[in-house]
């Protein structure tokens, strides 16, 4: 059965920097697709950074230069450093690995 955790989420100052993590178990030794998605109320959920498992990464445009996503070696658990932070950037982040959700972890960049 896969799991998928998020983890990290919080409140912080415009400017300030969070790390999420995502841990994805139940595909045995396979590494997966690993994407991070973000829901601000009232919205629809959209991508923000992706890590193939086989050394592809992308990022959406409002992100570059601030967020980095990283994938603990030979293991389905990525990270999401998110520094320069932008009240823009509150939502719920969720995790998807190979078409499986997590739970969501809040983010909040308020003054």
């Known amino acids: 059965q896969v799991q998928v955790v998020e983890s990290g989420g919080g409140s912080v100052q415009p400017g300030g920097s969070l790390r999420l993590s995502c841990a994805a178990s139940?595909?045995?030794?396979?590494?997966?697709?690993m994407t991070w998605f973000r829901q601000a109320p009232g919205k629809q959920r959209d991508w923000v950074a992706l890590d193939s498992g086989a050394g592809y990464k992308s990022y959406t445009d409002s992100v570059k230069g601030r967020f980095t996503i990283s994938r603990e070696n030979m293991k389905n658990v990525v990270h999401l450093q998110m520094d320069s932070l932008r009240p823009e950037d509150t939502a719920v982040y969720y995790c998807?690995?190979?078409?499986?959700w997590g739970q969501g972890t809040q983010v909040t960049v308020s003054s």
């Open positions: 139940g595909f045995g030794d396979r590494i997966v697709a």
């Open positions: 998807n690995s190979d078409g499986h």
